[in-house]
């Protein structure tokens, strides 16, 4: 806005604060009704034209606007009444540079893990909603982070992934500056590997099996599926036999592939190693582990590998849930069964689960069906979490289903809701 010199500025004054400086709630069309309302003056039009560009400089054109805009949204703005506005008839709308709208609520979710009929529980999930912020001038994106990891000869990798690998994605995420997840996570995940591999070999004491005394924890690993989603994307970075499935329009949709030992390229790629694959109960690498990508199990690399495969899905309005677990549920449900299940349960209770706030996390097993529903995560900053008691129900229901089906492995689930939800609230930063 030009400046502007008044000869009697306490009559100025006085008129500012009968006109003052109000704030509205004006929609993107009606911004440009009231930039659209030219007056005949060239004076005015001279200065309507530099309001324009002002507008223009702090808010991002018409073609790159989001979906929400383009559909009607309102979007909070700092009106401010001039003297020559006035005078002329024309007001200037500038919009704050302050304000800024979330793109994306916290998604819905729910998880359930059960020990099934194995000595110990070595499972463990990670969930940890808005793990990334990313703020732009008129917009915050979160990132929501889910996690499921399955370990084998002893808990305390999985363990250590769940307390540690969204750590380690966040670094990466802040420190890249373009998105390209593929090698963003491939990062993560070799960073991970390495840390279980010296963790284990300078600590010699903690409460596990193993004990972590070498050569024994040498012989511990834990797969890992791990999901990101953004407003836009689902990302899934996954090794090891776990598994991510998308529902979207009532159809399941793998977004990842179990690292088998089988499968025709990891079969090359172990032999190319100079390791074998040896079929003892199922194919095997050496005839030990039954996946053939896995963080940990030092003593069977380069064979088992812990570079991740990554998936990157554009997000559409027909994405229903995803469902994020351990094989101890792949191994005898598939995947049109779990989603089928899922979708029938949300859709009966009409997506409306009823949220609740726990301290931190349920730890232990119920007495009666020995399913522990996790609805938190100590190291997700946030001392109670939100959780949906719909999705957390879909996710008993899934353990309960393997059960039945006379699964004996550990068994975690994780399903997360990802129909979005009209969200109207506008934030004014100070």
Known sequence: MTDICYEDEASWSSRRRRIGVHRCRISPSEMHQTAAAAVEDKEVVHNRNKQENDIMNCASPPSQSSPDSEAGESVL?????????????????IPSKKTVRETDPRPRYGAASVCGRRRDMEDAVAIHPSFVRKQTEFSREKWHYFGVYDGHGCSHVATRCKERLHEIVQEEALSEKKEEWRKMMERSFTRMDNEVVSWGQTVMSANCRCELQTPDCDAVGSTAVVSVVTPEKIIVANCGDSRAVLCRNGKPVPLSTDHKPD???????????????????????????????????????????????????????????????????????????ACAMVHMYLSKRGGRGRRRETPECVEGKDEEEKVVPVVGSKKSGKKGEIADKACTEASVLLTKLALAKHGSDNVSVVVVDLRRRKNNRHLVGH
Request: proline content about 4%; glycine content about 8%; cysteine-free.
């Open 263 to 337: 499968r025709p390229d990891e079969l090359d790629r172990i032999q190319k190693a100079g390791g074998r694959v040896i079929y003892w109960d199922g194919p095997r690498v050496l005839g030990v582990l039954a996946m053939s990508r896995a963080i940990g199990d030092n003593y069977l690399k380069p064979y088992v590998s812990s570079e991740p495969e990554v998936t990157v899905t554009d997000r559409t309005e027909e994405d229903e849930f995803l469902i994020l677990a351990s094989d101890g549920l792949w191994d005898v449900v598939t995947n049109e069964v």
């Open 77 to 93: 703005l700092d009106v401010e009444v001039t003297r020559d506005d006035v005078d002329a008839g024309v007001i200037a709308v």
